[in-house]
């Protein structure tokens, strides 16, 4: 059948066959004339020719390009390289007072302080404490006034790093310390202002804290 195709016409075929030259003009011309002039208008303009029979095109699919997979770090390897760990010494207490003071004006700003904070009985209570809860702890002035942990009682610094389980932060004794949050009631200072929270309570990534529903009622332990 392919070779029957591209056979030269019968000898008594070609007397009466007309001079066809350029197949895209001769095709052209050819509607030009039979088309109403309505329809022949824009027939440049509309017409896509495709010759089905004029270019032989392969039949091999070219290759896709190889989609390189991302490379994260395991845990292991994060591990060996103490990626995202702060150093134990080295600190000091002083040099933190402009992120202390950034914190300040930004959870000011956060939770509207134009007045007095509200009071668990003002109907504004409820979303105040959702937006506290939700805040960024960075930066912040700390205290655990509560804890399993005898010798964490007391304890007061600037926060430094915010963990799921854990703040670190820093003392007035330029001290690095590491406080679970699960065995411990913390206390945040904001000019005049006393936030406590119950470390249990917060037992989320910071990242993922903001997204996170806020339980309305929760029961203390400590």
């Given amino acids: 059948m392919t070779n029957a195709l591209y056979s030269n016409l019968p000898e ?21 004339k039979e088309l109403p002039k309505s329809d022949s208008k824009n027939l440049s303009h509309e017409l896509k020719w495709t010759f ?7 039949t091999k699919k070219k290759p896709k390009p190889i989609r390189k ?5 395991t845990r292991k ?3 060996e390289l103490d990626i995202l760990k702060l150093p134990k010494t080295g600190w000091d207490y002083d040099s933190l007072a402009p992120i202390r003071q950034m914190w300040r004006e930004y ?7 134009v007045g007095p904070a509200p009071s668990c009985t003002d109907s504004d209570w409820s979303n105040f404490s959702t937006i506290l809860a939700r805040s960024e702890v960075i930066g912040s002035e700390l205290k655990v006034v509560r804890s ?3 010798s964490h009682i007391g304890l007061s610094g600037t926060v430094v790093l915010e963990t799921k389980t ?5 003392t007035p004794q330029s001290q690095f310390k590491i406080i679970p949050k699960n065995t411990s009631v913390f206390e945040f200072l904001l000019d005049k202002l006393k936030f406590t929270v119950f470390g249990k309570h917060i037992m989320t990534k910071p990242s993922e804290r903001s997204v996170k529903k806020i339980k309305s009622q929760m029961l203390p332990d400590l």
């Fill in 52 to 58: 089905l029979l004029e270019k032989h095109r392969s």
């Fill in 77 to 79: 390897e994060r591990k």
């Fill in 12 to 32: 008594n075929y070609l007397p009466d066959a007309p001079e066809i030259g350029e197949p895209y003009k001769y095709i052209e011309n050819l509607l030009l």
């Fill in 166 to 170: 854990t703040f670190q932060i820093v």
């Fill in 69 to 73: 997979k991302k490379t994260f770090l």
């Fill in 107 to 113: 959870m000011k700003q956060n939770l509207e302080l």
């Fill in 148 to 150: 399993k942990v005898p």
